[in-house]
């Protein structure tokens, strides 16, 4: 299963996504600017990454960033899945 990207758009966002709906472990966090990073550190939660622009462009960036910083299984030529 590949992990989900949550763009996180506000620090008030931020406390009600972490307070309601994170599981952890099951999703990688991008903040959609610094106030928004501060705000998810501060509840202990870090974005894998914060968009230099809160444009589409930049937030789609910031989302690519924190999927990379994910190791994902690789499988083998049979089908296996490697660590």
Request: proline share 13%; aromatic share 4%; net charge negative.
């Amino acid at each position: 299963a590949f992990p989900h990207a949550v763009v996180v758009t506000s620090p008030s966002t931020a406390r009600r996504f972490v307070r309601d709906a994170l599981v952890p472990g099951t999703a990688v966090l991008a903040a959609i600017g610094d106030p928004t990073a501060a705000e998810l550190r501060g509840l202990g939660h870090p974005a894998a990454a914060t968009a230099e622009h809160p444009t589409p462009a930049g937030i789609a960036r910031a989302v690519e960033a924190a999927l990379a910083t994910i190791d994902f299984p690789h499988p083998d030529p049979e089908g296996r899945e490697q660590p």
